[in-house]
Structures are given as C-alpha cells and as structure tokens.
C-alpha cells in the first residue's frame, strides 16, 4: 500500500536558519504530493502543493519540489521565523485509491 | 459556513458506550473523508463518501464504526460500545472535487478528540 516517511522530529532552530524536512513516498501510479501545517490550537490546513515530477510548491516562502526519481517531496524554506512553529506532515493523494495517506508529522520549534 | 466544523470538541466516554461525532463539511463540497489520528502519528484513513455514497470505508477498524452522510453534506461517525484503544482525534475533512475530478486539498475540522476511560 502506500506510506510516507518523514524525518523524525522535534526540530528545533533559531530565528533565520535553514529549514529541511525530509520527506519520501512510496505508492503506485502517479500520486499528488501535499505538505500540510497545523498550529498550535488549529486544525491540519494546506501549505503547499505538487501534482505531477518536477512541480514545485511554494508558499509563504516554504517550497518543495516533486522527485519521481527519489520519490521525495522535501519541504525548505530558507529564513525561518518563530510564527513556523508548527507540526508539518508530508502526505500523498493517490488518484487511484481516492484517498490520501500521511506521514506522522515532524514538530518545528523556533526560537527567538 | 467558513471551514470545516466538527462537534463535540471533546468527548469522555466510559468504555462500552455508543459516541456520535458530526462533521460539518464546507457547504458545495464532494468529497468528505474521516481520519484516526493517535498522538504523535499523522491522520489514519477510515473513510470516504462522495456526496452521500460511501464509496471506501477500508480504513474502519472494525464493524463498531459506522459513518454517514445521507443527505450529502453533514456526517457522523458512531463507535459502537467503545473501548481505550478507540481513544484517538478523528478529524474530518472535505474536498471541492470528486473522484475522477482535478485534485483539490483537503480541508479539515478541528477535530474531535475521544477519550475512552
């Protein structure tokens, strides 16, 4: 079946650094690959996006880029801030299941 | 109404009792799918309609769960005599499109987080 693996958290970083989260996928056919954020108190809600190889989503200065050959969908974002302080999942929709399957979630903690 | 709203926020159940959890999707939209989700895990799938069929329920547990949507907008998803193992956050979502359609995200309530004692 399909899976997503994320890199484990807690991910802790000072304002401004370098973020990586690494994500990969294994599934049949040709899935859509999301990144998803939840705030502390709030619901899960879309960052970013990729429907098909070589896409690249972006959003509020995160970015990620769809990998077929790596099946991978790493999520960056060059300068962060303390309001990214958040739980991030990497998640996949497989056209063919019509269902979407998520990683566990890495938490991302930045401090001043 | 503006997102996805789902009730009770929290629910305490004393193992062995029946709970009703609703969703209210985004009026308009297809799809509305139920996830699991156990702390420190991401969402597990549980189920899916499109409109008011229930088109995969392959992700329920087993026959004490039950999820509707007769008319094709609000859900519910009843857990029959509850146990500690069913203590989780079930969090719904909807989509604007159907299966077949250009992919749309998912957007998600609150979530209504079970604790069975």
């Known amino acids: 079946g399909d899976s997503v693996t994320q890199m484990e958290g807690p991910v802790t970083l000072s304002e401004e650094a370098f973020l990586t989260i690494n994500c990969t996928y294994t599934a049949t056919g040709y899935p859509s690959l999301f990144w998803y954020v939840q705030y502390p108190g709030e619901g899960l809600q879309l960052l970013l996006k990729a429907t098909k190889a070589d896409d690249k989503g972006s959003n509020k200065g995160f970015e990620a880029t769809y990998r077929k050959e790596t099946t991978s969908f790493h999520l960056e974002k060059g300068s962060v801030q303390v309001s990214d302080s958040a739980v991030y999942f990497c998640?996949?929709?497989?056209?063919?299941?019509?269902?979407?399957?998520f990683g566990d979630g890495t938490t991302l903690t930045v401090k001043p | 109404g503006a997102g996805v709203s789902q009730s009770p926020r929290y629910k305490v159940a004393k193992r062995g009792q029946d709970v009703a959890l609703r969703c209210d999707p985004i009026s308009g939209h297809v799809s509305l799918f139920w996830y699991q989700q156990a702390l420190g895990q991401g969402p597990e799938f549980l189920t899916y309609?499109?409109?008011?069929?229930?088109?995969?329920k392959s992700g329920l547990p087993s026959d004490r769960f039950f999820a509707e949507r007769p008319e094709g907008s609000v859900s519910t998803l009843k857990i029959q005599r509850t146990q500690q193992e069913d203590s989780a956050v079930y969090l719904c979502a909807s989509s604007q499109a159907g299966l077949g359609q250009v992919i749309s995200p998912l957007h998600f309530g609150n979530g209504t987080r079970l604790t069975v004692t």
């Open positions: 309609f499109q409109n008011e069929a229930q088109l995969d």
């Open positions: 998640a996949l929709f497989n056209t063919n299941a019509g269902k979407s399957t």
